[in-house]
């Protein structure tokens, strides 16, 4: 079946992972994960700290090598030993928790220099789309600021304007808002939200649960390196069918609204 | 109700109060300037030797007979730092990358960088400079350049870029591998990766070491008169012996400060702008 006849709600995979594992030093991090992230679907990955949340997303991006499983993107597989990972990062974007802009680039450097280097695309094109991205978020004056001047929340819109500027099939994001003060954490999010509402692809980790059950069509809970149970956020947040599941929920629900 | 307490003490007199300490700090400053410095020129000056040093270091009529020779060797002491800093900067960023990053083809070369740096540094320069000055043109090679001045470049830039590639190893190992991660993310190859967002970096976080070698190396450039060129130390140093007066040494000691100094202050300017720029981040530097 193609993309183009899918039914919506049963879209072509996007990304596909079957089997992933890998360890670091001995330490066994991701212990056989099976996930499908469907065209404008967006999956929560949810987990305490040292679940295997950041190192699946870091995997997905090819920028850690697996042990063993497949990952696919758009049905080609990307871990086939010796292959190039290049093409494949040029068609994912990652925003990582610490933002890591790049401090000697102005933003509108920092927004355009994987579309010029990396793709190839004439500078001034780059330009006006990274320009563009920037207004959208409110940053449009800020372009030719360097990035230690602006406070974290802005900082993380550039760095979200800088994975999209290239259109990526997909949107890696890892817990963008664990780094930033409370009061910065709605903007981002804020445009996380619109980016779904558009049916932007996106694997989300995140300890934002309300955030979670609000954006993500499916949420996975990861302990020890495993899927313990994936779902529905209605699913998952109201009726966990597993004790671990439970148990996070419990410990990081407790005392916070949803 | 209770009526508002008086203030003890007024915005009138906090500024009273600055205004004498600034006043006291100035007094104090410039009169232990002059009590240290009359104290040391009076101790010169009034010394037994003084008339004879005067005559020998500072002699006017030696000073405007030699100026226009020692400035002539100085001019080739300066083309050659210019030359030999390039390929310091180049050599050195060279040896460093090849050091920090693992590239399984370059493994001997990698070999050959370590053996060379720790030669080269473990070498005083001015042995360096007589054993390639002289062993060198004593091997007869065609096509090896014999020229003291191109040999005593050749052996300042080995010596330097021995040192320079550590500063530069230092600068790249201190970026966080988060920045390579984040430009392989965007799709750079490692290359670009390497090329703009880690070198760049690593660079502005050394300029400072930089600038010392730099300035060393300007200074070092004299040794190459143990091979004969007429350089500005060289020069003066033959006007010293011929005449039995030092003023020319001494000339060519202000034409080194004249580059060297204003060189310390244009990088200064240079560093302070990019911490501006970048907010203050500079100031953590190196780690």
């Known amino acids: 079946m193609s993309a183009h006849q899918a039914p919506p709600g049963a879209n072509a995979p996007v990304l596909e992972l079957r089997g992933v594992t890998k360890s670091y030093e001995g330490q066994q991090v991701l212990k056989g994960i099976d996930l499908m992230v469907s065209e404008h679907q967006a999956v929560a990955l949810i987990g305490a700290s040292g679940s295997g949340k950041s190192t699946l997303l870091r995997c997905i991006d090819l920028l850690e090598e697996i042990d063993d499983g497949d990952i696919l993107l758009d049905g080609q597989p990307m871990t086939v030993p010796g292959i190039n990972p290049v093409p494949f990062r040029r ?33 001034a094109q780059a330009r006006e789309g990274a320009q563009a991205l920037l207004e959208r978020f409110g940053l449009g004056d800020r372009a030719r600021e360097y990035p230690d001047r602006l406070s974290g929340g802005q900082q993380q819109r550039v760095a979200i304007a800088r994975a999209l ?79 671990q599941t439970q148990r996070f929920l419990a410990r990081v629900l407790a005392g916070a609204t949803i | 109700m209770s009526a508002v307490p008086q203030p003890l003490t007024t915005r009138e007199d906090r500024a009273r109060a600055r205004r004498a300490r600034n006043l006291r700090h100035l007094v104090i400053s410039a009169a232990s300037t002059v009590v240290v410095l009359g104290g040391l020129a009076t101790w010169i000056f009034t010394s037994s030797g003084w008339p004879n040093v005067r005559r020998d270091f500072f002699s006017s009529h030696w000073f405007t007979q030699s100026f226009g020779s020692v400035l002539s060797g100085f001019w080739l002491d300066v083309r050659l730092f210019l030359i030999v800093e390039v390929a310091v900067l180049a050599l050195g960023l060279l040896i460093a990358l090849i050091r920090t990053f693992d590239v399984a083809a370059l493994f001997p070369v990698k070999l050959v960088c370590i053996v060379f740096v720790d030669v080269m540094r473990g070498i005083p320069t001015i042995l360096l400079v007589y054993i390639i000055g002289f062993a060198v043109p004593a091997l007869y090679l065609s096509g090896v350049p014999t020229s003291p001045v191109v040999l005593g470049g050749i052996a300042l830039a080995m010596n330097y870029s021995a040192y320079v590639s550590e500063v530069f190893r230092a600068g790249l190992e201190s970026i966080h ?93 240079m560093q302070a702008r990019t911490r501006r720029e970048r907010g203050g981040a500079m100031a953590l530097g190196p780690r």
Do not use: W
């Open chain 1, 91 to 123: 068609r994912l974007g990652l925003v990582f928790q610490s933002f890591n802009l790049f401090p000697h680039m102005r933003v509108i450097e920092n927004v355009t220099l994987g579309a010029v280097r990396g793709q190839r695309m004439p500078a």
């Open chain 1, 165 to 243: 500027l290239t259109k990526p099939r997909a949107l890696l994001l890892d817990e963008v808002t664990s780094a930033l003060d409370p009061e910065l954490v709605g903007e981002v999010l804020g445009v996380i939200r619109e980016l779904k509402e558009e049916g932007m692809t996106m694997v989300i980790a995140t300890h934002e649960m309300s955030f979670a059950r609000d954006v993500a069509d499916q949420v996975c809970f990861l302990e020890g390196g495993c899927i313990v149970e994936q779902g529905t956020p209605e699913q998952i947040f109201t009726a966990p069918s597993q004790p």
């Open chain 2, 177 to 269: 591998p988060s920045q390579g991660g984040a430009a392989l993310a965007l799709g750079l190859t490692p290359t670009q990766a390497l090329r703009h967002v880690i070198v760049p970096q690593a660079v502005r976080r050394v300029i400072p070491p930089l600038l010392n070698d730099f300035i060393a190396l300007q200074k070092d450039v004299a040794l190459i008169s143990i091979l004969g060129p007429q350089e500005a130390f060289r020069v003066a140093q033959i006007f010293a012996d011929q005449y039995f007066n030092y003023t020319p040494l001494l000339s060519a000691a202000a034409l080194y400060l004249c580059v060297t100094i204003p060189l310390t202050r244009v990088v200064d300017r």
